[in-house]
């Protein structure tokens, strides 16, 4: 099966260096192409050298909501010169009521000329959210979006938001984590995804499946992108679908959100 991981961080700084490692061994496991989403002005020229050395890593650019407090001045014309470099994806971008001490001001300006910026080049993109499910959906219906669709990554909103999301344009990524014996809100909501919107998401380094489905595990409780093979197989269970459909299905609407 080839397999796709909708939402990963692989530039993140806690594995050690150990990136082309950590990518070899995804490729031994099935997977085709990952979506690396960086997070804030730091870390974009490490997202794009990744997507240089790996065909398989997908680049996305994106500012988080928890660094919206420290972005520069010019994190915009930055922004704009990744996408100018490589047209892949905008993300990670969101809101954030959860985060202890994170300040809510200006991340909804920030969101909103993100989401312009990917709708005006029709480019996909990976959305996070906390606690802000009921603004988000207003941001949205409010636009502009791109009309590829976006993504919404480990949706953990409503079971009843899912049908007017996905009305929308939105994708739904099942993160590894869910199937922790905790997440049962968030596999009822899951169970509301259609088909044709359903992908499959490792959130590497974080999100970690439990102990006992973890196939590559890694120090300090850190989530090796090659599980996600292990999450394929623990989502279906789950949704209660064979894999082979999933994965076929998952490859579809990858391709069609993100490209081949």
Not at 15 to 37: H, K, S, Y
Not at 218 to 239: D, F, K, M, S, T
């Amino acid at each position: 099966m080839r397999l796709y991981d909708a939402h990963n961080h692989l530039q993140d700084d806690r594995f050690g260096g150990r990136q082309d490692e950590l990518i070899a061994d995804c490729a031994d496991v099935g997977m085709t192409r990952m979506v690396v989403n960086g997070t804030r002005e730091a870390d974009w020229p490490t997202v794009a050298a990744l997507a240089k050395r790996h065909d398989c890593v997908l680049p996305s650019f994106g500012l988080h909501p928890w660094f919206v407090p420290e972005r520069s001045a010019e994190w915009l014309a930055q922004l704009e010169q990744q996408l100018d470099a490589w047209p892949s994806a905008v993300g990670e971008i969101g809101l954030d009521r959860w985060k202890p001490g994170l300040d809510y001001d200006g991340q909804e300006t920030v969101f909103t000329t993100q989401l312009r910026l990917a709708a005006e080049r029709n480019l996909p993109v990976s959305i996070h959210c906390l606690k802000s499910w009921g603004r988000l959906h207003e941001l949205l219906r409010a636009g502009p979006l791109p009309q590829r669709g976006f993504l919404l990554h480990s949706y953990g909103g409503p079971a009843e938001m899912v049908e007017p999301l996905a009305g929308l344009g939105a994708y739904f990524s099942f993160p590894g984590a869910f199937v922790h014996e905790r997440k049962t809100r968030q596999r009822d909501a899951f169970r509301q995804v259609p088909a044709d919107r359903l992908l499959i998401e490792t959130d590497a380094p974080d999100q970690p499946l439990p102990e006992d489905r973890v196939t590559h595990p890694l120090g300090q409780r850190l989530n090796h992108p090659a599980n996600i093979a292990a999450v394929y197989e623990a989502a279906a269970e789950a949704l209660g679908q064979a894999p082979d459909h999933l994965a076929k299905r998952a490859e579809e609407n990858f391709v069609r959100l993100f490209g081949s």
